[in-house]
């Protein structure tokens, strides 16, 4: 019969880089609680990063070949420090830490 010639072909491949090899360096650990947005350098150059922090996915855009960038306004986090762990599209995970501390942004009168 017909489904007796099919024969399944599974073929698995890493679309990632060795795991040892991939950095992550954040650039700006203290964040102003008025414009949070962190930005990380990921090396070597990565398809799509996420941020989780405080059961919340953050998606990140892409700056350069290897910083990323992370606008964390919508999580209203308040003054303190946070962990978060960055998610690459190759399934790679890491774990950082940065800091929320006050600030105002100046304003121009004239």
Same mark, same amino acid.
């Given at each position: 019969?017909?489904?007796e010639t099919l024969v399944p072909i599974i073929t698995i491949s890493s679309s990632c880089i060795i795991s040892k090899?991939?950095?992550?360096? /954040? #650039? +700006?650990?203290?964040l102003p609680n008025y414009k949070p947005c962190l930005k990380?350098?990921?090396?070597?150059?990565?398809?799509?990063?996420?941020?989780? /922090? #405080? +059961?919340?996915?953050v998606l990140g855009k892409k700056i350069d070949n290897?910083?990323?960038e992370f606008n964390l306004k919508d999580l209203n986090l308040s003054v303190g420090e946070y962990?978060?762990?960055?998610?690459?599209?190759?399934?790679?995970?890491s774990s950082i830490t940065f800091k929320i501390i006050k600030g105002y942004e100046e304003e121009e009168y004239f």
């Open positions: 019969t017909l489904e090899s991939i950095s992550i360096n /954040v #650039l +700006n650990y203290e990380i350098e990921i090396t070597p150059e990565s398809g799509m990063a996420t941020l989780k /922090v #405080l +059961n919340e996915y290897t910083v990323w962990t978060g762990t960055i998610e690459l599209s190759c399934g790679y995970k």
